[in-house]
């Protein structure tokens, strides 16, 4: 699969017609918008999230398993907190539905949040996302599951095409001393929208898969 470049206001983004562009807007409080939400394994409907989960068939060479609970992440500035959240494997918002699995291969480990959206909370799900990377691309420090997690530079990074919008994230993210690569690619298709979460990476195979579910 191609991937294609193309900065537009620190958000990578590709579009099946024109690049719809992941810009502003989307705020809130840790109350609204930005609260995390992910519910490992709920569905919205036969045939919808559910057919768009990964299985192990679906990547070879890695192991697709349901995670027992969701992630909880905390943030010291609450304009960091899409940001965390996305690159934390848990949705930003409040959809209305969520699927979560966890990909594990190739010397990698990557958490993939499905979820639905109501009305236009998945676009302002990935506004919030892209002002979050420009407000805080000098870095923050989150909390996960009790965990501290001090995120240096983060900085866009290439997303595939073949969705309505796509975003792709990297830093370098430091938790008990040892610092290890983190990256994150969020894919919009409607009202869906899939964030992959890993490290060191997010391998070819777990995100053309996934890519080809939510496209449907």
Do not use: W
Request: glycine residues 12%; aromatic residues 2%; charged residues 15%.
């Amino acid at each position: 699969m191609r991937r294609s470049g193309g900065f537009v206001l620190l958000a990578l983004c590709v579009s099946l017609s024109a690049c719809d562009v992941a810009s502003g807007g989307g705020g809130g409080s840790a109350d609204g918008l930005l609260k995390p939400t992910a519910q490992p394994g709920a569905t919205a409907r036969a045939g919808g999230l559910g057919s768009a989960a990964l299985v192990s068939r679906d990547t070879s060479g890695f192991t697709v398993s349901t995670p027992d609970g969701a992630r909880k992440v905390r943030v010291t500035q609450d304009a960091c907190a899409p940001l965390a959240y996305a690159l934390s494997g848990t949705a930003v918002g409040k959809p209305a539905t969520t699927v979560v699995r966890k990909a594990t291969g190739e010397g990698a480990e990557v958490t993939v949040v499905l979820a639905e959206y109501a009305s236009d909370q998945a676009q302002q799900a990935m506004d919030a996302i892209a002002t979050a990377l420009d407000a805080c691309a000098s870095g923050f420090t989150a909390t996960v599951d009790g965990d501290e997690h001090k995120v240096g530079k983060v900085a866009p990074e290439l997303a595939p095409e073949g969705v309505d919008q796509a975003m792709g994230v990297g830093a370098t993210v430091t938790r008990s001393g040892r610092a290890a690569p983190a990256k994150a690619v969020i894919l919009r298709s409607g009202n869906a929208i899939a964030y992959l979460s890993g490290t060191p990476s997010i391998p070819a195979p777990v995100l053309d898969a996934q890519l080809v579910k939510l496209r449907g």
